[in-house]
């Protein structure tokens, strides 16, 4: 598979219980070359996770606000957005 790069997967959300579940099985899962966590607090892998499954783990703290305009420059550049916060974002 050279020269193919997976796709992003992108969790809005990911500090809380369920946002915490997508991430570790978004990591688990090959399909995805990155996992990315925007929240307000930072996102952790599960224990005893590899670490070259963990480094997948990009981190991305942000404010409400700050997520609303970040997100305008991502939705083009990612495969799967999971939502786990109670706010809309589109």
């Given amino acids: 598979m050279s020269g193919l790069e997976f796709p992003k997967a992108v969790v809005v959300g990911g500090t809380g219980a369920v946002g915490s579940q997508v ?3 978004l990591l688990k899962c090959k399909r995805w070359s990155r996992v990315v966590a925007i929240g307000r607090r930072p996102a952790v892998a ?3 996770l590899p670490e ?3 480094a997948r783990l990009e981190q991305v703290r942000l404010t409400r606000a700050e997520m609303l305009l970040f997100w305008g420059d991502w939705k083009s550049k990612v495969k799967a957005v999971v939502q786990c916060i109670n706010f809309c974002i589109t």
Wanted: charged share 35%; net charge negative.
């Fill in 23 to 25: 991430i570790n099985h």
């Fill in 46 to 48: 599960q224990e005893g």
């Fill in 52 to 54: 070259e499954v963990k």
